[in-house]
């Protein structure tokens, strides 16, 4: 099975994995990801990102649930990413988000830029699990059959795509639990128009040895996975070497990341203290006035 999968991932670039996880299991992983898209992420609320205009972005998916760490580490995953990528492969980066319905191509025909192209002249092989929580009828994953590994990943404009037919295309539509590998290096993107939203996790695979390109030092994208204590018994020594476990080859200390919106952050920080010192200033006037209330039995 592994090796056939593997067989697959290595002459299309995309292949479609057999079912992970129970359905309960599944459950746990939508409600614990929904519960997290009803708010964005703001002062002591965990919610999502929303740093662009079609995506809600969750960060760091591991801490969410079980079964996304049963998933990242499910034995058929290793076995496949250990043929495809050799035995230094860990997961650097579990991350996943809502894309809401949209008719633009907001991402655009691409593979993935991770490394720095300057200091390695090889291709190094990356590749993601995508992992879809809803039913996914339109916007799914698109990807170009056979085009990993033949270039640097970039942008690719639609100019050069004219000749591609559509049987050449991989529509990875699918049940909300569906899993598909994919080598990063190969042509992909979402699919357009995004008719209802899409949730979806993308798990993350590379050689943390390999030099990364410095937009990604800067935003510390790929930082040491965060883990929630509560999933962590049963690990063997495999699963700690694939998540990294002491590993501080791309840890960056006291990081502080570029701030984008710096007035949007001191207005929001002013507004929230005033609204501590009126909720401090009608503190006791509010207690008083409750005391009163239940002298008087009312
Ligand atoms: O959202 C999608 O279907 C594509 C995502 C993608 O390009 C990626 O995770 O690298
Ligand atoms: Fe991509």
């Known amino acids: 099975m592994a090796q056939d999968l593997t067989n697959q991932l290595d002459r299309d670039g995309i292949v479609l994995l057999p079912p992970l996880i129970t359905s309960t299991q599944l459950r746990g992983m939508q409600q614990a990801f929904e519960a997290r898209l009803r708010r964005m992420a703001w002062n002591d609320t965990l919610g999502y990102e929303r740093t662009e205009m079609y995506r809600h972005m969750i960060q760091d998916v591991l801490i969410l ?30 991350k996943g988000w809502r894309s809401l ?18 200091a390695v002249s090889s291709i190094p092989r990356e590749v993601k699990l995508a992992f879809y929580l809803t039913d996914v009828r339109s916007g799914a994953l698109n990807y170009i059959k056979g085009s990993h590994r033949t270039q640097h990943p970039r942008p690719i404009p639609r100019g050069e795509l004219t000749n591609i037919s559509t049987d050449m295309i991989v529509e990875a539509t699918g049940p909300a639990g569906s899993a598909f590998m994919f080598d990063t290096s190969g042509t992909h993107r979402q699919a357009l128009p995004v008719l209802e939203p899409r949730q979806a996790v993308f798990l993350n695979y ?17 930082h040491p996975l965060l883990l929630n204590a509560a999933f962590l018994d049963n690990l063997t020594r495999e699963d700690q070497r694939i998540l990294g476990f002491g590993d501080k080859r791309n840890y960056q200390h006291g990081f502080e990341r570029r701030r984008r919106h710096p007035m949007l952050e001191a207005m929001n920080r002013s507004l929230m203290e005033a609204t501590l010192h009126v909720d401090q200033a009608l503190y006791y006037p509010r207690r008083a006035l409750s005391k009163a209330r239940r002298l008087l039995g009312r």
């Open 65 to 94: 649930d079980q079964g996304f760490l049963n998933v990242a580490l499910h034995p058929l995953v290793q076995q496949v990413l250990n043929a495809y990528l050799g035995p230094h492969f860990q997961l650097v980066e579990a």
């Open 101 to 118: 319905p949209t008719k633009k191509d907001f991402h655009g025909w691409h593979a993935d830029a991770w490394y720095d192209q300057k």
């Open 206 to 222: 590379h050689d943390p040895a390999i030099p990364l390109q410095q937009e990604d030092i800067e935003y510390y994208r790929y």
